[in-house]
């Protein structure tokens, strides 16, 4: 069973970079099946896409943040992370990392997210 558990700061500082992990286990993340991507849902507001890195890693960003984002792996700890830049308080959300085997959209595997609030 593919489990994932998403790590890193509560709290981010305006202007900073919010850096979070998502550590996979019961599958590696190069095994051709699934898209790992990052999804957040800001306080009262629905689900957003914030983009993926595939199997083979290569990555796709949801437009409006594309210029903000980064998703990288490390495949040695079977991990992939999520790097967001200049934050603002409008970034405050949980955030999700999920699996899925359509690329986005419909999602399998969901960790069980992490609040981040952005305020100095």
């Known amino acids: 069973q593919v489990q994932l558990q998403e790590s890193g700061p509560g709290l981010v500082k305006p202007s900073q970079t919010l850096s979070l992990t998502c550590t996979v286990s019961?599958?590696?993340?190069?095994?051709?099946?699934?898209?790992w991507s990052w999804i957040r849902q800001p306080p009262e507001k629905g689900l957003e896409w914030i983009g993926y890195i595939g199997y083979l890693g290569s990555t796709s960003y949801n437009p409006s943040l594309k210029s903000r984002t980064s998703i990288s792996r490390d495949t040695s700890t079977n991990q992939f992370s999520l790097q967001l830049s200049s934050v603002t308080p409008e970034d405050t959300a949980v955030y999700y990392c999920a699996g899925s085997t359509y690329g986005q959209g419909k999602y399998e595997i969901w960790g069980n997210g992490t609040l981040v609030t952005v305020s100095s």
């Open positions: 019961g599958d590696s993340i190069t095994t051709p099946t699934y898209f």
